[in-house]
């Protein structure tokens, strides 16, 4: 029972911010820090554990029992949780310790300690959950911890509208989500895991009547309805096309954040949701193929949208979109193994790039427009160094650990037929224009000449070795992730869900392509941002239309906004008008008027004068007297 000590360190060091932080404040780190570094060495305890033996899947109590529904919190750890496991508790511990020089100063101090110890708490049960209605309780805590981290700097408008967008839309994602879980319990009977994989297969051929409550009818398979609700959830916390709008906005968000959330473990929830389900997925080909479609089309959206963002952060998060794409891609594919391999080596890069920007920020006093950057490689050569390999192995350059895990993903797309061979193609140009942008931000912000302003130039230098500590610990994962066999140890997870094709000429011939667009991304950067730097405005007059709606970003937030956001906000309008003003308001002040009028007509008899009240008594008494007769 070890094991839950992994999530309620965290929780623990957040009970005590949240109770204490007042007093603790500046010492909070004092308190998180360790929590999160002793779960990471459970989690290797852990890791050790289940390499070496059979998953783990105890029941910690039972929450509620009504009828066929028995709700329990418990705790499954297999060689699928345990990688995820590490790979929280790594990048918080290390998000954890960049965050104490990051954050220093910052009035909100402790509470942004104990924000993001509840989220590695809430991250780690979702991990860990064994059952559908736990992972839904913990997918919906951690959506709650980015709204409350996003919006730390809540004074700002921008941070404010940032938070609540993130909250609304992944809503619309989790009502599908919730709406395929009681369409588990009414298929299965139950929710937990075991049991659903194990009739999984007797299932696949129920149906449901999606239209009977109208009266209709239109049968569709059970498992695949519940496969697309469950997606939808994913679509929405993974940041998939069309609701990922929400993800770059996040970037309001303290810098750690953006790593620690944004990044490497919440947006990658989704993936692993649907490499978990896997035994449910594999019955489902429809399901199956709009993953594939959905992923490859974010991919190739995200990445055509970083081409021409200025600022550094919503750089690095269209890249994560682009990425995220790539390892739904691959799950919906069948290649279950080489998106979670990419999702593990992508938390490390992917951090590391999140975390070089905020190096790059302190540095400039909180600047982020990389127009006001360049010729920092000599005065933040860490921090340059340090992102040139984050960079490296986003472009899948030769022998970083990206490079293997991408491939890994291209050569599974190639084998799964026609669709993974349109999307493998697909995801090679993507591989140019990841290569393309990675490095244009790399020159733009270090190389060429200093754009920075004169009274902030003479003062930049490298953080504190707190901030750049972390930045050396993740460019060496980004490089020894590649080599440590991940694949092999997750494949006894999804054995039999993949076609092998990890050899022969295809692989050989892809791996080939894949690394000259690279190649020729990076030259391609070269050329326009540092050998000429007036070809990007050139081409950008020439090619007006593409550009707009690059920089744009498809123009999805305007259309949403006469779609959905304007007509509501019409709508409210309205009803505020006819119905709060109209009748609510109307009812209360009604009822005032009437009172107002009561009063102004007994206020007549109340003269102050004798004989008119001797008057009324006797009136009064007579009309009694007479009442009292005639009945």
């Not at 909070?28 to 929590?35: E, R």
């Not at 991408?406 to 599974?412: A, G, N, R, W």
């Not at 440590?484 to 011939?509: K, M, N, S, Y």
Request: aromatic share 12%.
């Amino acid at each position: 029972m070890w094991y839950a000590l992994i999530p309620l360190l965290p929780l623990l060091a957040f009970v005590i911010l949240g109770i204490g932080g007042h007093w603790i404040k500046t010492r909070a780190h004092l308190v998180a820090v360790p929590a999160v570094w002793l779960s990471l060495l459970l989690s290797l305890f852990a890791w050790v554990e289940v390499s070496t033996g059979q998953p783990v899947n105890v029941t910690l109590y039972t929450w509620a029992s009504s009828g066929d529904l028995v709700i329990e919190v418990g705790l499954f750890i297999d060689r699928l949780a345990a990688v995820m496991l590490l790979l929280v508790t790594i990048v918080s511990g290390l998000v954890h310790v960049y965050t104490i020089g990051y954050m220093h100063g910052e009035p909100g101090y402790a509470r942004f300690f104990a924000n993001i110890a509840l989220f590695t708490f809430s991250m780690l049960m979702l991990v860990m959950a064994n059952n559908f209605l736990q992972l839904f309780v913990f997918w919906e805590a951690v959506g709650l911890c980015s709204y409350l981290l996003i919006g730390h700097w809540y004074e700002r408008q921008t941070a404010r509208a940032a938070a609540t967008k993130a909250f609304i839309v992944n809503r619309v994602g989790d009502f599908g989500f919730l709406l395929g879980i009681l369409l588990v319990f009414v298929t299965f009977g139950t929710l937990h895991y075991a049991p659903v994989f194990a009739e999984a297969t007797q299932k696949a051929s129920a149906t449901v009547n999606v239209l009977d409550a109208l009266g209709g009818k239109w049968e569709v398979s059970a498992l695949t309805l519940i496969c697309l609700l469950l997606f939808v959830g994913a679509v929405g916390k993974s940041a998939q096309v069309p609701l990922h709008v929400w993800l770059p906005d996040a970037m309001e968000g303290p810098t750690p954040i953006s790593a620690l959330i944004h990044a490497a473990t919440m947006v990658t929830a989704g993936v692993f949701m649907v490499a978990r389900l896997a035994p449910l997925y594999n019955l489902s080909p429809v399901a199956m193929d709009v993953v594939a479609v959905v992923g490859g089309m974010t991919m190739v959206v995200g990445a055509t949208i970083a081409l021409t963002q200025t600022d550094i952060k919503r750089v690095v998060a269209y890249s994560t979109l682009s990425q995220l794409g790539y390892m739904m891609m691959a799950c919906g594919l069948g290649g279950y193994v080489a998106g979670i391999y990419h999702l593990l080596t992508h938390g490390a890069f992917k951090a590391l790039l999140f975390l070089g920007c905020g190096s790059v920020i302190l540095a400039l006093h909180h600047e982020q427009d990389m127009r006001r950057m360049g010729g920092l490689k000599d005065k933040l050569p860490l921090t340059y160094w340090t992102f040139v390999i984050g960079s490296l192995a986003l472009a899948g350059f030769p022998l970083t650990a990206g490079f293997f895990s991408k491939d890994d993903i291209l050569v599974t797309s190639w084998a799964a037929g026609v669709l993974g061979q349109v999307l493998a193609i697909m995801g090679i140009l993507t591989a140019f224009l990841t290569a393309f942008y990675s490095f244009r931000l790399v020159f733009v912000m270090f190389w060429g000449e200093s754009r920075v302003d004169p009274h902030v130039r003479q003062h930049i230098h490298e953080p504190a070795r707190v901030v750049t500590a972390p930045l050396l610990v993740l460019a060496g994962l980004s490089i020894v992730t590649g080599y440590l066999g991940i694949p092999e140890f997750l494949q006894p997870v999804f054995a039999g869900a993949e076609t092998e094709v990890h050899h022969g000429g295809a692989a050989v011939g892809i791996m080939i392509v894949t690394t000259l667009a690279g190649f020729a991304g990076i030259g391609l950067a070269y050329v326009m941002y540092v050998r000429s730097p007036a070809l990007p405005e050139q081409l950008a007059a020439q090619w007006q239309a593409l550009y707009r709606l690059s920089f744009h970003k498809w123009y999805v937030d305007e259309a949403y906004d006469k779609m959905f956001v304007m007509p509501t906000f019409r709508l409210a309008d309205r009803l505020w008008r006819k119905v709060d003003v109209a009748v609510i308001d109307g009812a209360v002040n009604g009822i005032a008027r009437a009172f107002a009028w009561w009063g102004w007509i007994t206020r007549f008899v109340q003269t102050g004068e004798a004989q008119n009240y001797a008057l009324g008594m006797t009136v009064g008494a007579v009309l009694i007297l007479t009442a009292y007769l005639m009945l």
